[in-house]
Every structure is written in structure tokens, then in C-alpha cells.
């Protein structure tokens, strides 16, 4: 909306004050995943490979990607599906998936392991073409800019995951579910986000796609909201019991949400 002297009326956001940082949920909101099926199948004969140089006989390459690969990606969906809100340990469930077909891995090695499955799945990461240019923006107006994001899989390989598409470089701080032991809505994880961005939540905005992990998690804890669809479905109509204070399609709505009265 414009004033009479042509400027841009403030966002409904900023009624609570100024804007010092900006949190945003990772998936279905910075990036999307499409299954990279090639990846899997080669991360599969590596880890074969990986198990077989450290001694242990080498494992069928289709029993691995059913037996464990499989099974632990279905036993992570669940316990996302159930809304719990502690993070189920992936590392136990990698150990215990590997014991159940006879191996019996150390630390080290099922870490190794590990570490193949997940950087498999970077060749499935697409970045919203809104994205980098949001998180530019915000930064170069001096807001500190993180992510908070329900990931139980291995933390470090998660912020690997960052560098590799480039998001590393435009966030001041990452937070994951997997090295938190918490997931949205928990406050427990919203919290350590805001501790690792430095922002206090009065003085944060959070962005994500879902309203019970996302938008009522984030506000349950004192920060404002910004709800994001992306679906192509009908915007809900503000106020709604969504707690979310503003909706939008793209990333790009962002910035003028977040900005004082500016002239145009």
C-alpha cells in the first residue's frame, strides 16, 4: 500500500517493532527434494565396498539399499508422521538395521557409511529459484539470516549439504533436529536456533510451510510468522487460527514484508 507522499506503508510484520533476524524452515520452503534414484543405487555399492575393505564379507548391494537404507528412511517417516516431538536417533536404527543382515559395524565404520547415504541424496536437492535471492537481500539490509529445520539424519553431513548447494555462505547459523534431539514445534529447537543466530525472538520472523511445526511452533515461543505456500492452493485468510501474520507464494514477497516505510 503507498502513502500520499508516495511511500510504502509499513508491513503488518513490523507492528511489534523492527526485524533484527530472519529463521527459516529448510525443506518445502529453501529447497525441495526430487529422489535421486542413480545416486542411491551408487552410494549402495560404495558402502558394499567401504564394508568389504574393512574386512567383513561384502554385503549384496540390493539387500543393502532394502534392508537398511530402506528401512531407515521408513522408520524416520514414521516417527516424523507421528509428531513426536524428540528426535529419533538414526544412528541406532543405521546400527541396528546393518546387525539384523549380520554386520556388526563399529562406530566408525557405520559413520563412514553414513556419510555415503547422505551425500547421495545431494544430487536430489533443488533450490527454490526465489531463494538465493531473498536470503541476499535480507542480509544485505543487515538481518541476521539462519535456518531451523527438522532433520533427524546426520547433522553434519545436513550443514555439508549447505556448502555443497551454496546456502551456506547467505546464513549467519543452521540448526537441525539431529543435533538438537528435538523437532518443531518443540521450543527446545526453535530456541537453539535463536541462540545460534544470536536474535531474541521477539525480534525474529520465521518462515515455513507448515503451520503446527512451523508457524504455531514459532509462535508459541514469541516470534511472528510468516506462513509460505507454495502448493498452488487457496491463501487462508488472515487473521486465521494459523498464528501466521502474513501468507505468501514466493520468497520474494519477503523482503518488503520486512522492511521499515521506505520510499519507492
Not at 517493532?17 to 527459516?24: D, E, I, K
Not at 543405521?94 to 554386520?103: H, K, P
Not at 510468516?226 to 505468501?248: K, M, N, Q, T, Y
Request: proline share 5%; charged share 25%; aromatic share 4%.
Amino acid at each position: 500500500d503507498l502513502l500520499a507522499d508516495g511511500r510504502r506503508a509499513a508491513s503488518p510484520l513490523l507492528q511489534a517493532g523492527p526485524v533484527a533476524a530472519v529463521l527459516f524452515d529448510y525443506g518445502l520452503t529453501l529447497v525441495h527434494f526430487e529422489r535421486p534414484v542413480a545416486a542411491i543405487e551408487g552410494a549402495q555399492d560404495a558402502i558394499a565396498s567401504c564394508i568389504e575393505a574393512a574386512g567383513h564379507p561384502r554385503p549384496d548391494v540390493a539387500l543393502l539399499r532394502n534392508a537398511v537404507h530402506d528401512r531407515v528412511e521408513s522408520e524416520v517417516a514414521a516417527h516424523e508422521a507421528s509428531g513426536a516431538l524428540e528426535e529419533i536417533d538414526v544412528a541406532g536404527l543405521e546400527q541396528r538395521a546393518f546387525a539384523d543382515i549380520g554386520l556388526n559395524l563399529d562406530e566408525s565404520l557405520r559413520d563412514q557409511c553414513s556419510v555415503l547415504a547422505q551425500e547421495a541424496w545431494w544430487d536430489g536437492v533443488r533450490l527454490y529459484p526465489d531463494a538465493t535471492a531473498a536470503l541476499r537481500a535480507l542480509r544485505e539490509r543487515g538481518l541476521r539470516v539462519g535456518v531451523c529445520s527438522n532433520a533427524a539424519y546426520r547433522s553434519a553431513s545436513m550443514h555439508q549439504q549447505l556448502a555443497h548447494i551454496g546456502l551456506d555462505a547467505l546464513l549467519d547459523a543452521a540448526v537441525f533436529s539431529g543435533e538438537v534431539g528435538w523437532r518443531k514445534p518443540s521450543p527446545r529447537l526453535f530456541e537453539a536456533a535463536l541462540r545460534a543466530l544470536g536474535a531474541r525472538a521477539d525480534e525474529t520472523v520465521f518462515v515455513g510451510d507448515r503451520l503446527r511445526e512451523d508457524i504455531r511452533g514459532a509462535a508459541a515461543v514469541g516470534m511472528r510468522t510468516v506462513h509460505i505456500v507454495r502448493d498452488g492452493s487457496p491463501l487462508p485468510a488472515l487473521p486465521s487460527d494459523s498464528a501466521a501474520e502474513a501468507v505468501i507464494r514466493s520468497l520474494s514477497e519477503l523482503p518488503a514484508l520486512l522492511l521499515a516505510t521506505s520510499r519507492l
